[in-house]
C-alpha cells in the first residue's frame, strides 16, 4: 500500500503506548492529567492502527522499506 509509511514494529510500538497512556488516562491517574493522557493516547493509537503517521508524511520519514514495482515482479 502506498500510503502506510510505519514499519511492524514502529505500529506495534505505537499501539502498545497508546493502549498504556489509555490505561493510565482511565484508570491510574485523576484529574486534568488522566483527561490530557486519555485524549493524547489516541494519537499513537490510531497511527499504529491505520499505519500512517501524518507527521511522518510531512517531514517525508517511512520507517518501513518501500517496495519498488520492478523488484517486485
Do not use: H, K
Request: proline share 3%; charged share 15%.
Amino acid at each position: 500500500m502506498g500510503f502506510i509509511n510505519e514499519a511492524s514494529w514502529d505500529r506495534i510500538a505505537r499501539v502498545v503506548v497508546g493502549v498504556t497512556l489509555l490505561t493510565l488516562g482511565l484508570g491510574v491517574v485523576d484529574g486534568g492529567l488522566g483527561v490530557f493522557l486519555t485524549v493524547f493516547a489516541f494519537v499513537p493509537l490510531l497511527t499504529g492502527l491505520v499505519g500512517w503517521c501524518p507527521l511522518y508524511a510531512l517531514l517525508r520519514i517511512r520507517t518501513n522499506r518501500r517496495v519498488d514495482a520492478e523488484s517486485a515482479a
